[in-house]
């Protein structure tokens, strides 16, 4: 079965979207995610979709859900990458994607989700002293 | 208004809305859409196509390349046979459904699209026409 594959790295789990989701395909990766957060012990979930042409209703709700139930699991997602085009189109849709935050590229997504774990700003990608 | 070109295609399971998002784009970027315009009469051809199945219990896209006067548009119908909409104001409405999604589909698609037609008849089916001009 088509599976879209969860990276690991540190505390943090790291999924890169680079197809077209059918919706059984992004079900599975909500499903997949929310087993991996719990087995990994993560603490924040990083969803890069920079490759993702368009972000209908369904795939914003698997977003929205992923954000929810991470947060309940006590780990933090972050949505980064989103293409001015789709962000421009969700927002007419009326999706305005409450609860997910979201952060330009990974590098600064990374610095969100350390943030929110209280840790220094390094993971910024700054100059380290 | 003259028809430069028409297609049809058959929009059944999951993967025939990918498939009718990529026709769809196919078509936008051939006759000059701007990125943005491409981005959203996509997304409603994605919302549709998945109304028709979820729905629809299966239907047909049928696309149609416009031209009117000086401008061009891309005209999609979404038809299917399935157990229609008794109340279509209703359905219109942001976060009405009687599925399990947010209820954003219909009145989404509208909001990305120029002209947005809608006739359904309970046992017979729904038929939704948008279009998006350049």
Same mark, same amino acid.
């Given at each position: 079965?088509?599976r879209?594959?969860?990276?690991k790295?540190g505390?943090?789990?790291?999924?890169?979207i680079?197809?077209?989701m059918?919706?059984?395909l992004?079900t599975?990766?909500?499903d997949?995610?929310t087993?991996r957060i719990?087995a990994?012990r993560?603490?924040?979930?990083?969803?890069d979709?920079?490759?993702l042409?368009?972000?209908?209703?369904?795939?914003?709700?698997m977003l929205?859900?992923?954000?929810?139930?991470s947060?309940?699991?006590?780990a933090?997602?972050?949505?980064v990458g989103?293409?001015?085009a789709?962000?421009?189109?969700?927002v007419?849709?009326?999706?305005?994607?409450?609860?997910?935050?979201?952060a330009?590229?990974v590098?600064?997504?990374?610095?969100?989700?350390?943030?929110?774990?209280?840790?220094?700003?390094?993971?910024d990608?700054?100059?380290?002293t | 208004?003259a028809?430069?070109?028409?297609?049809?295609?058959?929009?059944r399971?999951?993967?025939?809305?990918v498939?009718?998002?990529?026709l769809?784009?196919?078509?936008?970027?051939?006759?000059?859409?701007s990125?943005?315009?491409?981005?959203?009469?996509?997304?409603a051809a994605?919302e549709l196509?998945? $109304?028709?199945?979820?729905? +629809?219990g &299966?239907?047909t896209l049928? %696309?149609e390349?416009?031209n009117d006067?000086n401008? @061009?548009g891309?005209?999609l119908?979404?038809?299917?046979?399935?157990?229609?909409i008794?109340?279509?104001?209703?359905?219109?409405?942001?976060?009405f459904t009687?599925? $399990?999604g947010?209820?954003? +589909?219909l &009145?989404g698609?509208?909001? %990305?699209?120029n002209?947005?037609?809608?006739?359904s @008849?309970?046992?017979?089916?729904?038929?939704?026409?948008?279009?998006?001009?350049r």
């Open positions: 079965m088509e879209i594959p969860i990276l790295m505390d943090c789990l790291l999924v890169t680079q197809v077209d059918h919706d059984r992004a599975t990766l909500q997949d995610l087993e719990v990994a993560a603490r924040g979930v990083l969803i979709i920079s490759a042409e368009i972000v209908d209703s369904f795939i914003g709700r929205a859900n992923i954000a929810a139930m947060q309940v699991l006590d933090k997602t972050v949505v989103m293409q001015p789709v962000a421009i189109t969700l007419e849709l009326g999706l305005a994607l409450p609860g997910v935050s979201t330009l590229n590098e600064k997504g990374m610095a969100l989700i350390g943030r929110a774990l209280g840790r220094s700003d390094r993971a990608g700054g100059p380290q | 208004m028809v430069l070109r028409r297609d049809s295609r058959p929009v399971g999951d993967q025939d809305i498939a009718v998002r990529q769809v784009r196919e078509w936008a970027v051939s006759m000059g859409f990125l943005v315009d491409q981005t959203k009469i996509v997304t994605s196509a998945r $109304n028709v199945i979820v729905y +629809g &299966g239907g049928a %696309l390349a416009l006067g401008r @061009r891309l005209r119908a979404f038809e299917d046979r399935g157990p229609g008794p109340d279509v104001d209703a359905a219109l409405r942001d976060g009687t599925g $399990n947010l209820g954003l +589909g &009145g698609a509208k909001r %990305l699209c002209e947005f037609d809608i006739t @008849r309970p046992g017979e089916g729904t038929r939704v026409v948008i279009t998006r001009w």
